[in-house]
């Protein structure tokens, strides 16, 4: 409630300090405005946008709109509609024109699709590379999810999860022409979203272009358009399931098979289960579990709001956006209870001409986090600390020890705190008494830029210098207490009687002071400068830019700075807008490269057609629209360049050597690895093409191939050289890999009636292989990743379980410890009778080979609906942690009871049990490799656009929405239960809110 | 006026950040990195680089899981995925090429390709000869510690080669230091070839190195803790296990295609040897009394087991329980049951082994003059074989609970991973156990050369060439006297005049000999075994263990089991993938 309060106020405070101009001028002399606007065959443009000195008023059925203005203001008005491009003009010339006509927008050729790909911009439509572009505002009409990179799942036809571009891995993150943390960013502050999709649109990001490419454009001040959005979420997180362990008198008993499957006496006795299960006396047979009420909330709560300002005029515009997101935690004791994870956000910007020539650019933004933690690990112990170990909470009463008792310090004045002498941490006490651990995490981001207009020198010539820095630290300010736990103990007396005790360990100690630990440093620094010459000759466009670029990182406990440096020319050219060429040529440095190799040059050529545009398709009324396009590259990257200086010998200082009885002692010297002075630069060959179709404006399809390969991988081929050279190796250009596939998206969609929808699928399918791999000879043929997939996982072929020492017998030997009946048994791929590394092949990959998207769009007047769904198959997974491998003391989870035993063998899903680490069992093996095959709904929003309905010039016209939202409803999986489950961590959740966006 | 303005800013912003600053930007940061120069312009850093060369020396007893050092008659193991099962069956292929991620097999073991003798070797030769390149590069350095340096360098080449070569048969000689564009396509020598290399470097060696570091300037800051160093002495005597090696039956039988000793290898194996007893004559080195023999193989006070027998061991610098019981390398893994809180592995001695060691009378237990009663087999015999061996109803610590039974349906019998009724004593101190865990100051190091090894090479050599009563000339030392010298140490009488007739006589007491008092040692027993050209005998191969009750009323002999040993197994199997490189290496017979 607190929260709330301050949550309003501070609204309340913004909503001041831009009504101070709304409301602070109000004895001005007035007039109104009225006019029509119509298109350009002269039919009215029902509920266009019309701004006017911070007001905004749309059009009525017949086009027609009026606004009450104040007279010495400005007089410029701007007309916008949905497919129409944007009209400004000037109040006095009302008197000249009747009417006021809209162009509709061309398909990808309007003001709101050119794309800013930060060094230059082209419309959409001119683009010969492969591009996908993302308009968060269209986005935030219906699916309101805020996490930038999560926005792009399941939309972009080529990227697996949220950020792997094609399978090449996790894209370089460029936030305004910096590489940054996109988490710090929030879909409402976002512009415009820039997945670049092949070789050809990434040249201009220099050495980092190797990796896939995604650009995120934040939002700058509209001229003429006054906003000011207020937006808050309140939601709940609905944990999905929790670890189901034993309970303690069925851990004692397996414990005991499994002592006894090793061939050594049970630990528990009889009377000590039969007691546990019981519950006669849960201080001397405690059976703790820990995922209960009074340990864990039902679900937990969070909230997130945002305000957002902008506007300006010709001269000047600014954005400002301020937020603060807040999550609290599942626990429910102490300071566990307290537990929150905060984010406060500021980012604001100014654009301001400082005359005809040029133009500034000031931007920056602040991130802090904040988290309040307790001490302890309650997801680890609770995942490892048996039911049995001691009680957690023991009634004050059960103490007989007054002078003991006294001097305790008790919980909620009734208990005392359980432990022994081997397990002194208590879960509970950590909670309580253990103290805190708040970390924080601070990011500054600053931004400037100038843009120069050198149309002075001739027609179409600007430049720019643009100047990036990021500023990260983060620290822990930890107070850690001590506390008491007692161990209960039954002591015999000499009467016959038995008593209980208690035996205290460690202290009850406050610690005075907070200690402030593990602090992280990163400072970045970009710099850029560019050239662009944007000019057209009868039918030939051409669009040029040079770029000189710089990057500097450095992080906190890093000798060197990571430096890089790029030159770029880049030509992007169309004739008659249906024949497109892109050439870039790029000069990267590497400060991981020497000599000669110091710079690379990476050449890229993109190629389009707009058949649609050519005479024989122009006014076919089938095809609205057909683009095909085909690029090759070739990109330079220090990217799979470990370390610097690997072209030299490297020497390091290594530990004491002592001879003798430790006397004399010296730093033994070492030598590493050899020099190499052709090392160089390790490279990306990338050939794609694709199409783009629309069909009857109503049926989207576009498609790609791609087909990328990296070699010159540096590596040190220890296999290659003889032995006799000693072990001691250089780094070389060696191995190669490629990936190869393609990716498909349909999307149909209506809006002809009251009732839109609009249905979207996609598909992505990739296949990587290792082409050259620098491996050992191995005395198999399975067992080369060469010419095998690169993510292969290899691993044993299970086959079943030992029936009895007969079986065991007759099997092949398997070499990884003893094994008896139970154990699981292993396929002996090369019959030598000996089960050993030679009989593990593939079983598996750890990529999804294909991925699909699916969303649904269903509008009915204000009503809409939305469901955003993602799936994957061809992918397999390793269920390998303490909760699935229970071995040796090991917690005992559920799983185990589908163990094997002789009465169970026929139906036994896991092996038999064992009180040792069992090195047969627990190995990677299709035993325990699962087909990680899933469909999840992650977005389902049900929203209610009231603006839709309010009259023309209603104050909340320019937005005003409610929504329900929940986020991962459902999975459809073979292993569902498995995938949903965290072990040693917060559980996943089902998250549920419901939200409100206001904009005046 | 207003255009030349923005030229200026144009020109003062952008080229300015650009490109004249981009000149040194991607530069390597001074002062990054050791450089060459750092390492080699002082004596303490150059000292430090060679020091690697001691961290490769190879520690026999102190690998995971189960080495099988002795692979030979001396020990057996339950264990048949452990390197020493795999020796016992001739899986050699399976000892050298085993798997990084194999928990069970050995994976720090001295014969894996990856860990031991082999990639430690060259590695340590890589080391000597950059060592040895570099010394113009340290103009610093007074003369002396420039001829430590280049005597340690060309110790180390000659031993590492001569540790592989051992096992391995004759390699190339390495002496230089490989660049990457080098052709590296070196042929095998022949093993006296590559011996006579080993020689040349041992010579160079012993030339420049010390007999005592205590008596340099550099060694003498730190008297008496110059234990470890390579020296003069350790120099001479792997020189002259070298040539004893050379001319031994299965090594002569490669160049002069008989299996017999070449006489000229034996005296100058003999000559090299007496050049240490020499040595030990001038004080530099002494045999241990008896009572102390552990001290040279294992303690209980921190120290390093070293005496004045030592000649040289590697640096062994654990110490306590993680010396006896730690998961990776220890002791225990090797010869201690688990029982007693070692790592579980236990190589155990053999019934063939325990019958080599005499009675006290001097005899061999199948003479009938002994006195040897089957019915009490561990009575009256050679002192050592309580010294170096546990039998059943001994204590092998103080407390009760670490009385041995290894009778039928004893605790320690009925363990799957101990074949025979015998413990390892040698390295395992009383107390050094988890009943009585006097393991705090626990050290052990195996002895790689001592003395009383030096005498039997020479008693080996100077009787092979010169008969029983020879002698090297200037010499009074014979043969004879040498072995007696052994013998006497551990209170055992001369060697019956019955076998000193002649050399035949002669030398089957000396190999008892060296398998009695080197046993455990190294796999001396196999290394034996091998160059004597015995190993496919059967008297070898059948492994013999005692079977009886709790109350000694009877003993079996029962043989445990055959070891596997053809022609093919004389010499280690090389890495496929270095006989697959070039054909001037090729693979060695029947791998």
């Not at chain 1, 596939?741 to 999307?747: D, E, F, K, L």
């Not at chain 2, 009877?554 to 070891?563: D, G, H, P, Q």
Request: overall charge neutral.
């Amino acid at each position: 409630m607190k929260h709330l309060i301050k949550i309003i106020s501070f609204a309340l405070f913004v909503i001041l300090l831009t009504g101070v101009s709304l409301f602070g001028q109000k004895t001005k002399k007035k007039y109104t405005i009225s006019s029509v606007v119509v298109d350009e065959s002269g039919n009215p443009v029902v509920n266009a946008y019309v701004w006017a000195q911070g007001k905004m008023v749309t059009t009525d059925n017949t086009g027609s709109f009026s606004v009450n203005l104040v007279k010495s203001r400005s007089n410029v008005i701007l007309v916008e509609a949905e497919n129409f491009e944007p009209l400004k003009i000037s109040t006095d010339t009302f008197a000249l024109v009747k009417k006021i006509v809209l162009k509709h927008s061309e398909f990808q050729a309007g003001s709101k699709d050119v794309v800013n790909f930060v060094f230059n911009k082209e419309k959409q439509i001119d683009v010969a590379s492969t591009i996908t572009v993302i308009d968060p505002e269209e986005l935030l009409k219906y699916d309101n999810q805020q996490r930038v990179m999560v926005a792009l799942r399941g939309r972009v036809p080529g990227l697996y999860g949220t950020n792997n571009v094609n399978g090449l891995g996790a894209a370089v993150v460029i936030v305004d022409g910096m590489e940054q943390d996109p988490g710090n960013i929030r879909v409402d502050e976002v512009e415009q979203i820039v997945i670049l999709r092949d070789a050809a649109s990434r040249a201009m990001y220099g050495a980092q272009a190797d990796k896939p490419v995604i650009l995120i454009n934040t939002k700058r001040g509209e001229a003429y358009k006054t906003k000011l959005k207020i937006m808050g979420e309140f939601g709940v997180s609905d944990p999905i399931s929790y670890p189901k362990f034993l309970n303690a008198a069925d851990y004692m008993t397996l414990y005991n098979e499994a002592l006894s499957n090793d061939g050594l006496a049970p630990f528990y006795d009889s009377l000590t289960i039969a007691n546990t299960r019981s519950g006669v006396d849960p201080v001397l047979y405690p059976d703790e579990s820990y995922y209960n009420s009074t340990y864990l909330k039902d679900v937990s709560k969070s909230f997130n709001i945002q305000t957002e300002a902008s506007g300006g005029n010709d001269v000047a515009t600014y954005y400002v956006n301020f937020g603060w997101k807040r999550s609290g935690g599942l626990l429910n004791v102490g300071e566990g209870a307290k537990q929150s994870f905060n984010r406060l956000n500021v980012n604001s910007n100014v654009d301001f001409k400082i005359n005809q020539y040029m133009k500034m650019y000031l931007g920056g933004s602040v991130v802090y986090d904040f988290n309040k933690n307790p001490r302890g690990d309650f997801w680890g112990n609770s995942a490892t600390f048996h039911p049995d170990w001691y009680p957690v909470l023991i009634p004050s009463s059960r103490m007989e020890d007054s002078i003991l008792l006294a001097a305790a310090r008790l919980v909620d004045g009734q208990y005392l705190l359980g432990g022994t002498s081997e397990y002194q941490t208590n879960i509970y006490g950590d909670l309580v008494f253990g103290g805190y651990n708040n970390s924080t995490k601070r990011n500054l981001n600053f931004r400037t830029a100038l843009d120069f207009d050198l149309g002075f020198i001739t027609k179409g010539l600007t430049a720019n210098v643009t100047m990036l820095f990021n500023l990260y630290d983060s620290f822990n300010t930890v107070q850690a207490n001590e506390y008491a736990v007692y161990e209960p103990v039954t002591v015999t007396l000499p009467t016959g009687v038995d008593s209980l005790y208690f035996i205290k360990h460690n202290e009850d100690v406050k610690q005075g002071d907070q200690s402030v630990t593990s602090s992280d440093f990163t400072r970045d620094m970009n710099v850029f400068g560019t050239l662009n010459y944007i000019r057209s000759f009868n039918n030939h466009n051409l669009n040029l830019t040079a770029l000189a670029y710089r990057t500097e990182s450095q992080v906190n406990g890093e000798f060197h700075h990571d430096k890089r440096l790029h030159f770029a020319l880049q030509a992007m050219y169309n004739f008659k807008g249906k024949y497109l060429a892109e050439l870039s040529g790029v000069v990267t440095g590497s400060s991981k490269l020497s000599g000669k190799h110091q710079y690379g040059f990476s050449p890229t050529v993109a190629l389009g057609w707009i058949p649609s545009k050519e005479d024989f398709l122009k006014d076919n009324s089938v095809i609205n629209f057909l683009k095909v396009n085909a690029s090759f590259g070739i990109i330079n990257t220090d990217n799979y360049i470990n370390d610097y200086y690997l072209y030299e010998t490297s020497y390091t200082t290594g530990g004491l050597f002592t001879y003798g009885n430790g006397m004399y002692k010296n730093r033994r010297r070492r030598i590493n690895y050899l020099k190499n002075p052709d090392l160089s630069w390790v490279k990306r060959e990338e050939i794609s093409t694709g199409f783009q179709l629309d069909l009857l404006n109503a049926l989207w399809i576009e498609a790609n191939y791609t087909y990328s390969k990296l070699y010159d991988i540096v590596v040190q081929r220890k296999n290659y050289y003889p032995a006799i050279t000693g072990g001691v190796y250089q780094y070389e250009n060696y191995e190669s890999k490629m990936n190869q596939g393609g990716s498909v998206a349909i999307n149909y969609h209506n809006d002809k009636h009251d009732f839109k929808y609009n249905i979207g699928v996609n598909f992505t399918y990739f296949v990587p292989k290792a082409l050259k791999v620098e491996e050992p000879k191995y005395e198999v043929d399975y067992r080369y990743l060469e010419g095998n997939p690169t993510d292969s996982k290899f691993g044993w072929v299970a086959e079943g379980f030992f029936r009895d020492s007969a079986d065991i017998a007759n099997h092949a030997i398997q070499t990884f410890g003893e094994v008896q009946p139970g154990d699981i048994k292993y396929k002996d791929l090369n019959n030598d009778g000996i089960i050993d590394n030679n009989d593990q092949k593939i079983i598996g990959n750890s990529n999804a080979r294909l991925q699909y998207g699916i969303n649904l769009n269903l509008k009915y007047k204000a009503l809409g609906l939305f469901l955003l769904g993602t799936g994957q198959t061809g992918q397999e997974s390793y269920f390998k942690s303490a909760y699935y491998w229970v071995y040796g003391n090991r917690k005992y989870s559920e799983e185990v009871l589908g163990r094997w035993t002789e009465e169970t063998a026929s139906t036994a899903t896991y092996p038999r049990l064992s009180s040792k680490y069992n090195a047969n069992n627990f190995r990677n093996s299709t035993f325990w490799l699962y087909e990680n095959n899933w469909f999840t709904l992650h977005t389902a929003q049900l929203t209610y656009t009231f603006s839709d309905r309010l009259k023309p010039n209603s104050i909340l016209k320019k937005g005003f929405q409610v929504y329900v939202r929940a986020s991962n409803l459902f999975t459809i999986s073979d292993i569902k239960e498995k995938r949903e489950l965290n072990v040693g961590k917060a559980p996943q959740t089902r998250y549920y809110a419901l939200g409100l966006k206001v904009t005046f | 006026m207003k255009k030349i303005d923005f030229k200026i800013i144009l020109l003062s912003l952008i080229v300015p950040l650009f490109l004249v600053s981009c000149e040194d930007y991607l530069d390597k940061t001074p002062d990054a990195g050791v450089s060459e120069q750092d390492v080699f312009t002082s004596y303490v850093s150059y000292q430090g680089f060679e020091d690697q060369m001691y961290a490769f020396v190879v520690e026999p007893n102190g690998s995971e899981n189960s080495q099988g050092t002795e692979n030979g008659d001396h020990t057996v193991s339950g264990l048949f995925w452990s390197s020493c099962g795999k020796f016992q069956v001739g899986n050699y292929r399976g000892v050298i090429n085993v798997g990084n991620s194999n928990y069970w097999s050995n994976k720090h073991g001295i014969f894996n390709v990856k860990h031991g003798y082999w990639s430690a070797g060259w590695a340590g030769i890589r080391v000597a000869n950059i060592a040895l390149e570099k010394l113009p590069m340290l103009l610093n350095a007074t003369d002396e510690e420039k001829q430590l340096l280049e005597g340690q360098a060309y110790f180390f080449r000659a031993y590492f080669h001569w540790n592989i070569c051992k096992r391995w048969g004759g390699i190339p000689y390495v002496d230089k230091v490989f660049k990457p564009d080098d052709d590296m396509r070196i042929p095998r020598l022949t093993f006296q070839e590559t011996v006579e290399r080993i020689v040349e470097d041992f010579d160079k060696a012993a030339e420049l190195l010390p007999e005592d570091w205590d008596e340099t300037v550099v060694g003498g800051q730190f008297k008496g803790y110059n234990a470890g160093r390579a020296t003069k002495g350790a120099a001479l005597a792997f020189k002259a296990k070298a040539l004893l090696y050379a001319g031994s039956p299965l090594m002569n039988h490669e160049t002069e295609g008989s299996y017999t000793f070449n006489s000229e290898y034996m005296k100058r194996a003999a000559e090299a040897a007496y050049d240490v007893i020499k040595l030990a004559d001038k004080g530099v080195y002494a045999l241990t009394i008896f009572q102390d023999i552990q001290k040279n193989f294992a303690r209980k006070d921190k120290t390093m087991p070293w005496t004045k027998e030592t000649i040289f061991q590697k640096i062994v610098t654990r110490v306590g329980a993680r010396a006896f019981r730690a998961p990776s390398v220890a002791m225990g893994t090797v010869y201690v049951p688990n029982r007693f809180k070692s790592n579980k592995n236990t190589e155990s001695p053999t019934q063939n082994m325990v019958d080599m060691f005499e009675m006290a009378n001097g005899l061999p237990i199948d003479d009938p003059a002994s006195g040897y009663d089957p019915m009490h087999p561990w009575d009256g015999r050679d002192p050592r074989f309580e010294a170096f061996i546990l039998h059943d109803q001994q204590k092998a610590g103080i407390k009760k609970q670490t009385t041995l039974q290894f009778y039928l349906g004893g605790m320690d019998q009925r363990n799957a991973n101990i074949l025979t009724c015998y413990l390892v004593r040698k390295y395992w101190p009383v107390g050094v156990n988890g009943y009585d865990k006097q393991w705090n100051g626990y050290r052990y190091a195996t002895p790689l050369m001592r003395l009383a090894e030096v005498y039997l090479i020479y008693a080996e050599a100077v009787n092979e060439a010169y008969g029983p009563n020879g002698s090297v000339s200037g010499a009074a030392l014979t043969a004879l006297d040498a072995l007696n010298i052994i013998r006497n140490r551990a209170n055992m009488p001369d060697v019956d005049s019955k076998f000193t007739g002649d050399k035949e006589s002669l030398r089957k007491r000396i190999w008892n000999e060296r398998s009695v008092e080197l046993c455990f040692e190294n796999g001396q027993r196999w290394d034996d075994a091998r160059r004597w050209h015995i190993a496919h005998t059967n008297e070898y191969k059948e492994i013999y263990d005692l079977e009886f009750d709790k109350k000694h009323t009877y003993f079996n002999r029962v043989k445990r089991l055959t070891i596997v040993f053809e022609d093919r197994h004389y010499w280690m199997p090389f890495p496929n993938e270095q006989t697959e490189i070039y054909v001037g290496w090729p693979q060695n017979p029947g791998w």
